[in-house]
């Protein structure tokens, strides 16, 4: 059988930090199968940085920063995406969000006494136990904020995140996320592919899975279950060569990159705004020495106030 080509609309010039549509070709049906190509380097390592994470944690928050950016990358204007773990495990709460210019950020509360007992090689059970997954999608003022939640399921993020696309979207999904240090330079990378399969039909009509489809839908997610974590984290391998590594024998049409930078909005003055809600003499209970220290969960920056 002759192999279809890779189709390249737009090259991008930079092979990190990036989100990558993509489309799975078919030779005798509509191309039913699309999906997004994830990969962050020195962007997450920007974000697991700034707190003194362990790595089990950081690896958790680094996946669940390359779901938000894979996420993210579909809102249009002046959007938000948020993901939120909130458990009873070691991590507490998880949060990431992402808004339409590309900013990503995140943060993770541990309970760092759970955390002395869990062994060297724990499961995403005891590292986030019991709790529910939280995708809040917000594409601004005119249009209405949609959340979906489900429970943390599965043996990983990659499993709750596909129940979530079951359950609230009715979409089949199947999807790859991975983050690790790099052995060599010690910086986090972080990488991740998801595919789906789209019903057929409008709005208001009837959508289904049509027949002649899910042959097509299942060959393209049996050739991501074959993806390893290398091949999703390694910066020489860009992702236009393993999108044609996985479905060259269908074709893959990749389009134009979505560019993913760190971003915190917190300031000054915002935070300004919040303490101006509180009296005078609340304030001189925040007070050490005449000032109030105010820390950014997300960058971990310090603001002082004087009072």
């Known amino acids: 059988m002759v192999e279809a080509p890779i189709i390249i609309d737009t090259i991008a010039n930079d092979t990190d930090n ?7 070709e078919g030779e005798s049906v509509e191309a039913s199968v699309r999906g997004r190509a994830t990969r962050l380097g020195t962007v997450l390592d920007k974000i697991l940085s700034a707190h003194n994470y362990p790595d089990i944690v950081a690896k958790t928050l680094g996946e669940v920063l390359v779901l938000t950016a894979t996420l993210g990358s579909m809102i249009k204007h002046d959007g938000k995406l948020t993901i939120q773990a909130k458990a009873d495990g070691v991590i507490k709460l998880l949060v990431a969000d992402y808004s339409a210019s590309g900013e990503l950020r995140g943060y993770a509360d541990v309970d760092y006494e759970k955390l002395k007992v869990i062994g060297d090689a724990p499961d995403m059970e005891t590292i986030l136990g019991d709790g529910y997954l939280a995708i809040t999608m917000d594409q601004g003022a005119d249009t209405e904020r949609y959340q979906g939640i489900v ?32 052995p060599v ?122 009072v």
Not at 155 to 175: G, H, I, R
């Open 151 to 182: 429970e943390l399921s599965g043996k990983t993020l990659s499993d709750c995140a596909v129940e979530y696309f079951t359950n609230s979207e009715q979409t089949p999904t199947a999807m790859r996320l991975s983050a690790a240090k790099d």
């Open 185 to 306: 330079t010690g910086n986090w990378r972080g990488g991740g592919i998801m595919v789906q399969h789209l019903p057929k039909g409008e709005v208001g009509s009837t959508r289904n899975l049509s027949s002649d489809t899910k042959e097509q839908w299942a060959r393209a997610s049996v050739f991501l279950e074959s993806v390893k974590d290398v091949e999703l984290l390694d910066p020489a391998l860009e992702l236009d060569t393993l999108l044609y590594r996985l479905f060259h024998e269908e074709g893959v049409r990749v389009y134009e990159a979505s560019k993913i930078k760190h971003g915190c909005r917190c300031s000054q003055e915002k935070l300004s705004a919040v303490l101006s809600q509180f009296s005078n003499d609340e304030l001189q209970d925040m007070a050490d020495e005449g000032k109030i220290e105010m820390t950014c969960e997300f960058c971990n920056k310090a603001f002082y106030f004087e």
């Open 18 to 24: 990036i989100v990558k549509p993509f489309q799975v």
